[in-house]
């Protein structure tokens, strides 16, 4: 069953098309596309072309012909001002004009890094997410956030740029790697905390046919969490209020991904230990039951992701923590959760407070 999901934006609305077979919406858009002289341009990653290209290409029919194709290699390495450039280079020399469409074939890397090269290449193409993982199914291909990363911290630079089309299928998951597929439920965890007890109830129960990847329990999470999203965002696209509680977990989720180095963790395992010590200091300074964290530990070994790491040094983490991109003149505003579904943002917290609470994963 293909499910619809619209987010209004200033721009550029966005229409978020999902379910098992959704591919197909991409004809009628192509041809509409096409229907005016304008192309589209490909960006995806090596590993995702060689396992779903015939898919990829017959789903735009004769609409447009054939897509010109530029692929980057897997991973977060490739999120650099070096590929973007690559990126723009092509473009160019393929001629795009301001009327194209870019169109993102992968994960979050790719939406990313695709996302940004649209955003500022004309200063401005047009742009379609085809999220391939779980994690950009649920999360990084919604919302229009885009960008790359510097040595300094990830996403430092970025844009805020919605996509005109999202097509999440979920058939696209079947090639996914285990562990790519887990870091996924590492933001649908986030999302289940946000939503409130009933989400969290369902994952609890259900987890046995979302790790067997059951059509209709993955579609039907997919669909939750991006409706979720989709009204934070519409109710604060530029991210100024409360679109904030979408970073839950993941102020110390990028801490330790920086600190671990660049791919020893995945986004997604990253921000399940981010989750971990938020809850706890949730429990110290907003009253969270101390029930909650135990459960998300459980359920997060369930979902085959980590719950401790070692070999992390404390103070790398709360330097990581001091440059990320959401700190202001008056410090860090933390995301917390007073209960399930009642999240507050903008928490202020002392180092010393956080490095206490670091404990709970650091081993």
């Known amino acids: 069953m293909i499910w619809r999901v619209q987010l209004g934006g200033t721009f550029c609305p966005s229409d978020i098309l999902g379910g098992w077979g959704a591919l197909s919406a991409l004809s009628d858009h192509a041809t509409r596309v096409g229907g005016r002289g304008s ?32 692929l980057v290699t897997p991973g977060e390495a490739s999120k650099t001002v070096a590929t973007v450039a690559e990126c723009w280079n092509w473009l160019a020399s393929e001629g795009a004009r301001r009327d194209d469409v870019v169109v993102a074939v992968g994960g979050g890397v790719v939406g990313d890094l695709a996302g940004f090269a649209a955003a500022t290449y004309l200063r401005g193409l047009g742009f379609w997410q085809v999220p391939t993982t779980l994690l950009a199914q649920v999360d990084s291909s919604v919302g229009g956030k885009v960008g790359i990363n510097l040595p300094g911290g990830k996403n430092l630079v970025g844009a805020f740029y919605q996509p005109e089309v999202v097509v999440a299928d979920q058939r696209l998951l079947d090639t996914l790697p285990a562990p790519e597929f887990a870091s996924g439920l590492g933001e649908v965890v986030k999302y289940a905390l946000l939503s409130g007890e009933p989400l969290l109830e369902k994952l609890e129960r259900d987890t046995t046919a979302v790790m067997s990847r059951t059509p209709s329990a993955v579609s039907r999470l997919v669909e939750e969490c991006v409706r979720l999203k989709a009204e934070v965002v519409q109710q604060d696209e530029r991210d100024v209020g409360r679109r904030a509680i979408l970073n839950l977990g993941h102020t110390v989720g990028h801490a330790l991904e920086r600190a671990a180095g660049f791919g020893r963790l995945s986004h997604g395992a990253a921000v ?31 979902f085959a992701l980590p719950t401790t790491i070692a070999d992390i040094d404390a103070g790398e983490v709360l330097a990581a923590v001091g440059s990320d991109k959401k700190t202001d003149a008056t410090g860090l505003g933390f995301v917390c959760l007073r209960e399930l579904g009642d999240p507050v ?19």
């Open 39 to 70: 192309r589209i341009f490909l960006v995806s990653d090596r590993t995702v072309w060689a396992l779903w290209k015939d898919e990829i290409l017959g789903s735009f029919g004769a609409g447009t012909g054939m897509p010109a194709v530029h």
């Open 345 to 363: 943002w903008g928490v202020r917290l002392e180092e010393a407070v956080l490095a206490t609470h670091l404990e709970v994963v650091l081993t």
């Open 272 to 302: 399940g230990l981010g989750l971990l010590v938020t809850l706890s200091v949730s429990e110290s300074i907003c009253g969270l039951a101390p029930t909650v964290l135990p459960r998300v530990r459980v359920l997060l070994t369930r």
